[in-house]
C-alpha cells in the first residue's frame, strides 16, 4: 500500500464493491474472477480432506468462492463482522427468524415489513411452533416497549418502509432490546449499506433482498443477512448448511457485478428520485408525497439522524378516486407495472389497491396509494411520462 494514499480509503463504501475479498493470484491474475461452476473440490491427501486447512472449499453446500467474495463485500459494506448469502430475500429473512427463535417464542414485528415476513410467522410459525406474533406500526418506541413479553425472543424492523416510508429509531429501539435480551432484526434493503448502516446503530441483524439494489440489474433473486454477534454467527453457518440455503455461483458472481457499481447507482437512484419527489409536491394533481428525501416528511429529522441518503422508491396519494389512480397507474408508458424494485427500470404499483379501506386506513395510507420507483431513464423522462397520465384526470 502506497504511503500516499489514506488507509482508510481502502475501507471506504467506494473501495469496497470493486476490491474487498478479492485475491487475483489465486486465478491466475483474471480482473474480474471466475464463475466457479463446480458443485466439490478434491484434496491430496486425506489430512487436507478431513480437516480442512486454511478455509478450504469441499462441497458446494457449505459454499464456494463466487459466494464468499460477495460475503466478504457486503460484510465490510454493513461494517459487520460476517454476511451470508441465501437464494432469495426471503430465504435470508426466514433463515434469521429460525436461528434466533424456538417453539413459543413470541416476535414483535413492524406492520409494514415485508408482506411475506408477516405471512411466513402467521401461517407457519404460529400454527405449527405455537409463537406469537404482535405486530405494532413502529411510528413511536413506546409502542414497541409495550409490545414486549417476558418470551419475546425478536423484534423486526423495517426502516423506512416501502409503502409509507415511515421510520424506526434504530438506537433507541436496539437499546431497549439489549437491555432485555432480545434479537433486532432489520430488512435494510430500501436504503442498502450506502446510505444506512444500522449494526453501527446497534440492530444485531441486517438483511437484504439481494435481488433488489445490490444486483441493481433486475436478473437474479437473492438475500443476505449480515451481523457482527459471534453467537450469531455460528448459529446462521450451522442453519445454512443444514437447511441447504446456499447461492449458486453463477448468482453470486452476478450479483459481485452489481456490488461494484452500488455507490454510483444508489445516488444517481437518490437524486432522480428526490427531483421526481419535488415536482410531484407542486402537482396540484396529487394530494401528499411519500419519500424520506423530502423536508416534508414527518420524521425528517430522524432520518437525517439514521441516513446518509435515500433511494429510488417513493409513494404518493392522487387527489382522485382509487379507480382513477388505477387509470393513471395502467396509462404510464416509461413506468411498468410490476413487482420489486432497485433495477435500472422505474416501475409503478398500487400495493394497497388489494387491501380493505379500513386495512389501508391502518396501514398509514389509501388503497389508491402509488408506489413508484425511479429507475436510471433520467427525471426528466419520468416526470413527463407522470404528466402525461395524470392528463387522464382532466378529462
Known amino acids: 500500500m502506497s504511503d500516499s494514499v489514506d488507509e482508510a480509503y481502502f475501507e471506504n463504501d467506494s473501495y469496497i464493491p470493486l476490491h474487498t475479498g478479492e ?148 438506537e433507541a429501539v436496539s437499546k431497549i432490546a439489549k437491555e432485555k435480551g432480545i434479537v433486532t432484526y432489520i430488512d435494510n434493503t430500501y436504503c442498502s449499506p450506502i446510505f444506512q448502516k444500522p449494526l453501527t446503530m446497534g440492530i444485531d441483524i441486517v438483511m437484504h433482498s439481494a435481488t433488489k439494489y445490490l444486483g441493481g440489474h433486475s436478473d437474479i433473486l437473492g438475500g443476505v443477512l449480515v451481523t457482527s454477534d459471534d453467537r450469531l454467527i455460528e448459529r446462521l453457518k450451522t442453519l445454512k448448511t443444514l437447511f441447504g440455503g446456499i447461492m449458486g455461483p453463477m448468482e453470486a458472481w452476478l450479483l459481485m457485478r452489481g456490488l461494484r457499481t452500488l455507490p454510483v447507482r444508489m445516488k444517481a437512484h437518490e437524486a432522480i428520485a428526490l427531483k421526481v419527489a419535488q415536482e410531484l409536491e407542486k402537482d396540484p394533481h396529487v394530494k401528499k408525497v411519500y419519500y424520506p428525501g423530502l423536508p416534508s416528511h414527518p420524521q425528517y429529522e430522524l432520518v437525517k439522524k439514521q441516513q446518509s441518503g435515500s433511494s429510488g422508491l417513493l409513494s404518493f396519494e392522487l387527489n382522485a378516486t382509487t379507480e382513477e389512480a388505477v387509470k393513471v397507474v395502467e396509462h404510464m408508458k416509461v413506468f411498468k407495472l410490476g413487482p420489486s424494485w432497485g433495477g435500472f427500470e422505474s416501475l409503478i404499483v398500487m400495493p394497497l389497491w388489494g387491501k380493505t379501506d379500513e386495512y389501508a386506513a391502518w396501514y398509514g395510507a389509501s388503497r389508491g396509494l402509488i408506489r413508484i420507483h425511479c429507475g436510471l431513464e433520467g427525471a426528466d423522462v419520468l416526470l413527463a411520462d407522470l404528466k402525461q397520465a395524470f392528463a387522464l384526470l382532466d378529462e
Open 23 to 170: 485475491d487475483s493470484s489465486k486465478y491466475l491474475y483474471a480482473l474480474n474472477p471466475p464463475v466457479f461452476l463446480t458443485s466439490l473440490h478434491t484434496f491430496d491427501n486425506m489430512e487436507e480432506y478431513q480437516h480442512n486447512p486454511n478455509g478450504a472449499f469441499v462441497y458446494g453446500r457449505y459454499g464456494n468462492p463466487n459466494e464468499k467474495i460477495v460475503e466478504e463485500k457486503i460484510a465490510a459494506l454493513e461494517h459487520g463482522k460476517r454476511a451470508f448469502l441465501y437464494p432469495s430475500g426471503m430465504g435470508a429473512a426466514s433463515a434469521a427468524i429460525m436461528a434466533v427463535c424456538k417453539a413459543g417464542s413470541h416476535v414483535v414485528c413492524v406492520h409494514n415489513a415485508y408482506g411475506c415476513v408477516g405471512t411466513f410467522l402467521e401461517e407457519y410459525c404460529k400454527p405449527d411452533l405455537n409463537m406469537d406474533v404482535t405486530f405494532v406500526h413502529g411510528w413511536s418506541t413506546d409502542e414497541i416497549r409495550d409490545a414486549i413479553r417476558d418470551n419475546t425472543a425478536l423484534i423486526i424492523l423495517e426502516s423506512p418502509g416501502t409503502a409509507t416510508f415511515s421510520l424506526v429509531d434504530l
